[in-house]
C-alpha cells in the first residue's frame, strides 16, 4: 500500500464564496449541465448536504474507467469555505485505490478573486503502483471541470451570488 497526495492550485477572477455556492451548494445541478459530455448526473442518495451526505457521480461513457463514483460528505465549513468528501464506492476504489479523501477550500485573492485549492489524498492497493500520467490527466479533468464551472459563473454575473 503506497499513501500519496497531490494538490492543484488554481486562479480566479471568480469571487470565493460564488465559487463554494456553485460547486458545493448545487454541483448536483450545476455539473451535468455545464459537463454533459461527462457527468450524466449527481444524485443525493442520502442527507441534506451536510456531513454524512452520500450522493452519487454518474459518468457517461467518455470516461473508460469508471462508470460512477459514490461519495460521502465528510466536512462543510461555510464559514471559511472548506469541503472536504471521501469515496465510499465505486470509481478505482477497489481495484487501485483503498481509499480516496478529497479537501477543497476557495480563498479569496489579493486584488479580486479567489485561489481554489483542491487537495486529494489516497491509499493504493497492496502491489498497485499508480500511473504517473493517470495523477496528471486526472489533475488536468479537474482543472478543466473547475474552468467549466467558471466560464459559467463569468458568462451569469448575477447567479450564485
Keep these: 500500500m503506497v499513501a500519496g497526495s497531490f494538490t492543484v492550485e488554481v486562479e480566479s477572477s ?7 455556492n456553485a460547486t458545493v451548494n448545487d454541483s448536483h ?11 450524466a448526473a449527481v444524485t443525493i442518495l442520502q442527507g441534506d448536504g451536510g456531513v454524512g451526505t452520500i450522493r452519487q457521480v454518474d459518468f457517461t461513457p ?8 459514490k461519495e460521502r460528505v465528510d466536512q462543510v465549513d461555510e464559514d471559511n469555505l472548506v469541503f472536504s468528501f471521501s469515496h465510499v464506492e ?15 477550500k476557495f480563498s479569496p485573492k489579493a486584488g479580486g478573486g479567489s485561489i481554489a485549492t483542491f ?43
Excluded: C
Design 14 to 20: 471568480v469571487e470565493p464564496k460564488r465559487l463554494w
Design 119 to 161: 487537495t486529494v489524498s489516497y491509499d493504493s492497493l497492496p502491489g498497485v503502483l499508480l500511473d504517473e500520467s493517470k495523477l496528471q490527466e486526472f489533475k488536468a479533468n479537474s482543472i478543466g471541470l473547475f474552468r467549466l464551472v467558471e466560464q459559467y459563473l463569468l458568462a451569469n454575473p448575477t447567479l450564485y451570488l
Design 90 to 104: 465505486g470509481g478505482v476504489l477497489g481495484t487501485k485505490l483503498a481509499s480516496a479523501n478529497h479537501h477543497m
Design 29 to 39: 445541478n450545476l455539473l451535468p449541465k455545464q459537463a454533459p459530455g461527462i457527468i
Design 62 to 69: 467518455a470516461n473508460k474507467d469508471f462508470s460512477y463514483v
